[in-house]
């Protein structure tokens, strides 16, 4: 009998401390949790948390920002010229963000970080991209995948919008939040996993 009750306590006991270190390995940012770890379909490595942060427009907290790489990188033109598999997820935490910004924002972060030659070439793709999305509202999530050889997948709200065709797309999408000109230099840190000074 006593012997059971041991052996109860420490299945018990282990199962308390699994329960915990899966809980330390979530992120939490917002009140929005960001596993450690994912899988993603189409990709056959498990993709690791890069880094996650806030965007931020003025005082407002638009969307928790987040990049998922197959490890972890610290050098923005590293990830920029890499041909692996990556995700970036954008969980939106303002009340409505209309579409006609989202495309606008979309537009200036192209503008600002790819070459007027590579934005041309980009453009219709670009114009695909933008056609996707609808007005997003708090806690709409839209999920952005490469898929080497294939593209970057679109998810917005867990529907499948499509593939964008081109590696081209995806560096310059990732360009957005990681090149010269990001977003913001917090959030793009944040996602490098780079802390602040």
């Known amino acids: 009998m006593k012997t059971?009750?041991?052996?109860?306590?420490?299945?018990?006991?282990?199962?308390?401390?699994?329960?915990?270190?899966?809980?330390?390995?979530?992120?939490?940012?917002?009140?929005?949790?960001?596993?450690?770890?994912?899988?993603?379909?189409?990709?056959?490595?498990?993709?690791?948390?890069?880094?996650?942060?806030?965007?931020?427009?003025?005082?407002?907290?638009?969307?928790?920002?987040?990049?998922?790489?197959?490890?972890?990188?610290?050098?923005?033109?590293?990830?920029?010229?890499?041909?692996?598999?990556?995700?970036?997820?954008?969980?939106?935490?303002?009340?409505?963000?209309?579409?006609?910004?989202?495309?606008?924002?979309?537009?200036?972060?192209?503008?600002?970080?790819?070459?007027?030659?590579v934005f041309s070439a980009l453009k219709d793709r670009l114009e695909k991209f933008n056609g996707m999305f609808s007005d997003l509202h708090s806690g709409d999530v839209v999920l952005l995948d490469y898929l080497p050889q294939k593209g970057t997948r679109v998810i917005i709200k867990g529907e499948n919008k499509g593939v964008i065709e081109g590696d081209d797309f995806n560096r310059a999408l990732l360009s957005v939040w990681l090149g010269e000109e990001p977003v913001t230099e917090e959030l793009k840190d944040a996602m490098l996993g780079v802390e602040e000074d």
């Open 4 to 117: 059971s009750a041991r052996l109860y306590q420490a299945i018990l006991g282990f199962s308390l401390l699994f329960m915990l270190n899966a809980n330390l390995s979530a992120l939490e940012i917002a009140d929005v949790k960001l596993d450690d770890q994912i899988s993603v379909d189409g990709i056959d490595k498990a993709l690791v948390l890069n880094g996650a942060g806030i965007r931020y427009k003025f005082f407002f907290k638009i969307y928790v920002g987040a990049l998922y790489l197959p490890e972890k990188q610290k050098s923005a033109n590293k990830i920029l010229k890499s041909d692996k598999a990556n995700r970036i997820v954008m969980h939106f935490l303002y009340d409505e963000v209309e579409k006609k910004k989202l495309v606008n924002a979309w537009l200036e972060g192209f503008e600002d970080n790819v070459e007027s030659s």
